[in-house]
């Protein structure tokens, strides 16, 4: 059973930001949260990993509050080809690295 | 960014006969390596942990004997689909496990399509 949850789909328009927010109400402590993006046919991409209060790097931030329950992705100023699924994950195992993928949320941006 | 490749991105074959898929760690090692399988439109869903000089551990309903996995070296994984039908065409990924903070690098995925 997946340890997160997000919305199934988000709609946007270009040059808007974007903010996903992920569920995690299981965390364990030593556990980080990372976001992946996918688009059809293709492997995954990492984009960020954190483990509390923001993180940043070239493509987007990560916003974990105190109780690291939840999380929040934040693509600034999406372009049409951020249209993907993005998929946040926590591991189940903190020991083995296991997890188990949620559902994702499909980000569709529109002109 | 960490790298992994997988090997054949795509193949087709015959139904009864056996498939293998490579996933290589290109420029780091990996005790562990993950192997998920993807239908149209659905997530990912892990079918087993590959650890390398051990077994493979197969997620509950993942038959091991028709999905045999080998981790003979630290950046090499593979998995053999045997007597491959219809039902087993999908997306394959596999992903290596990178340390210390469990970040898992993904191959571009394999599509298996059994006739």
């Known amino acids: 059973l997946a340890k997160t949850t997000q919305p199934i789909s988000m709609d946007s328009y270009e040059g808007q930001e974007v903010n996903i927010t992920c569920s995690h109400n299981n965390i364990a402590t030593n556990d980080y949260i990372t976001w992946y993006q996918q688009f059809p046919s293709q492997g995954p991409r990492f984009i960020i990993q954190g483990y509390k209060t923001k993180v940043t790097n070239e493509v987007a931030s990560l916003f974990i509050p105190a109780d690291r329950k939840s999380s929040t992705l934040s693509l600034p100023r999406v372009s049409l080809s951020d249209t993907a699924v993005y998929y946040c994950l926590v591991p189940e195992n903190t020991n083995a690295g296991k997890s188990t993928f949620g559902d994702g949320t499909t980000l569709t941006v529109k002109p | 960014g960490a790298v992994v490749s997988q090997h054949p991105s795509w193949v087709i074959c015959k139904s009864g006969t056996s498939v293998k898929i490579e996933c290589r760690s290109l420029d780091f090692q990996a005790t562990t390596m993950f192997w998920y399988r993807q239908f149209p439109k659905q997530s990912l869903m892990l079918m087993a942990t590959s650890n390398e000089g051990s077994k493979a551990t197969y997620e509950q309903g993942v038959e091991k004997d028709k999905f045999l996995i080998n981790h003979a070296s630290l950046t090499l994984s593979t998995l053999t689909v045997t007597s491959a039908h219809p039902e087993d065409s999908s997306f394959y990924i596999c992903?290596?496990?990178?340390?210390?903070?469990?970040?898992?690098?993904f191959g571009p995925g394999t599509r298996l399509t059994v006739t």
């Open positions: 992903s290596a496990l990178g340390a210390p903070r469990y970040e898992q690098y």
